[in-house]
């Protein structure tokens, strides 16, 4: 197994980066395509959603694959090559299990802790398996890290790690306009925070929620499993001027709720309090629209602040940490003692063949023994052969769990003179039916 992470979020790329590296489903299936026909690609998963855009894969090489993947990459985006390998992150073995773990968590999510990424894994999954691109590598690696993710949501507060965010600016809105019940929100966006937000509004109830989006298809989605209502971008003016909350986390480089906008908001809500929450990194709504008359700006950094005062959700999401980062080095312990399988397979092979001519021998020797008698003798040749071959081989296997397995490997195979073949037999898997 060479395991290579190779992708680009929202942590590693502006999102003029990412909007400019961002691919629909057809083309996505066809980046997976064209990595699975390079030569130093075995298996190959690609990961895409708005604020990601990854590729795991077993490598035959790392440089190799490395460099095959990244030219279909700038292939695939049509990005300048500079300009996205500049932006390109690469985990190689063991990172790259850790990064796929905190992926799947949620760990590395713009909104930490969201699930939408759990569904967005699994649907990657099923289509490399489906197209034969996933085998025993990925689909072992993905596997556990969707049980990883299952395990820091139900044994530690992740799943509200996200939420407090949103709540905190809630909670911040009420004491600004009054009653969320009496409230009427709009959240511009429908992105992963857009949709924690207006899921946790929808929950917590509210007068009104409109949703709006440069995607007026997507804001619709949105609207559908939240009750709310979809409004299009060029109705933008009208919605503000409505909003009592507006919650806004789009995606955009730049302004995207400057002083004139708000301003004839402003204008048409005739003085009436009005708060914006601003969840965007980099910032939606510019700063100095707070100097205007009712209007309160709440970014990131408040919000920030009040979290922290209570510590709880911080603390949670350094439990998740610790849990990924067990089971990774439990992860990797399991696979170091099955990559030293196949020689103890082979050794006791060997074993057994010793022990089938020596029997062949003493049958042929002693023709006068009876079956039972022979029977005995049988099971005493393999009573001998189990206890000295149980010390090296729980032995091996404890060791390779702690460093790596080759050279424990090597060990048994040159001391018992083992043919390199029969344990590459013990390996490979049957060729009939390709790629699990």
């Known amino acids: 197994m060479s395991l290579i992470a190779i992708g680009l979020s929202h942590r590693s790329a502006p999102m003029s980066v990412l909007e400019e590296a961002a691919l629909d489903h057809r083309q996505v299936e066809s980046l997976a395509a064209a990595l699975a026909a390079c030569g130093n690609v075995r298996e190959v998963m690609v990961l895409g959603t708005c604020n990601r855009l990854e590729i795991y894969a077993d490598g035959t090489t790392f440089h190799g694959a490395v460099a095959e993947i990244g030219q279909c990459l700038v292939t695939a985006t049509g990005m300048p090559r500079e300009r996205l390998t500049d932006h390109l992150y690469v985990h190689y073995e063991e990172r790259a299990i850790a990064h796929l773990f905190a992926v799947a968590c949620g760990l590395d999510s713009m909104a930490v802790g969201e699930g939408q990424i759990l569904g967005q894994l699994r649907t990657g999954l099923r289509r490399a ?123 955009a480089v730049g302004y995207v709720l400057d002083q004139e906008r708000v301003g004839r908001a402003c204008a048409a809500r005739s003085g009436r309090a009005q708060i914006y929450l601003d969840l965007a990194l980099p910032r939606d709504v510019d700063p100095e629209v707070g100097h205007h008359d009712g209007v309160e700006v709440v970014a ?66 002693l023709p006068d023994l009876t079956p039972q008698e022979l029977g005995e003798v049988r099971l005493a040749m393999h009573r001998v052969v189990e206890k000295l071959l149980h010390t090296p081989t729980v032995r091996v296997k404890e060791l390779s769990g702690r460093s790596e397995p080759g050279d424990y490997a090597h060990a048994l195979r040159e001391l ?21």
């Not at 298809?217 to 909003?243: F, I, K, Y």
């Not at 696979?335 to 006791?348: D, F, N």
């Open 129 to 251: 398996q489906r197209a034969g691109r996933a085998g025993p590598v990925l689909n072992a690696v993905v596997q556990q890290a969707l049980r990883v993710a299952k395990r820091a949501h139900t044994e530690t507060g992740l799943d509200h790690a996200g939420l407090s965010l949103v709540e905190a600016g809630l909670s911040t809105a009420v004491s600004h306009v009054g009653p969320l019940a009496q409230a009427k929100v709009m959240v511009f966006g429908a992105g992963s925070m857009s949709s924690l937000a207006a899921t946790t509004v929808a929950r917590m109830g509210c007068a009104e929620l409109v949703i709006v989006n440069r995607t007026f298809e997507r804001a619709q989605r949105l609207a559908g499993g939240t009750g709310g209502q979809a409004v299009p971008l060029q109705d933008l003016d009208n919605a503000l001027a409505r909003a009592d909350i507006v919650i806004s986390c789009t995606g």
């Open 416 to 436: 018992f003179d083992l043919d390199p073949y029969d344990v590459a037999a013990v390996s490979s898997p049957p060729e009939k039916g390709g790629l699990a």
């Open 300 to 365: 990131l950094a408040e919000l920030g602040e009040v979290i922290a005062a209570t510590r709880g959700s911080i603390d949670e999401v350094s439990r998740a940490h610790d849990l990924v980062t067990a089971e990774v080095a439990s992860f990797l312990a399991h696979r170091r003692s099955l990559e030293v399988a196949p020689t103890v397979t082979a050794l006791r092979g060997r074993a057994e063949d010793v022990m089938a001519k020596e029997y062949a021998r003493l049958s042929a020797r």
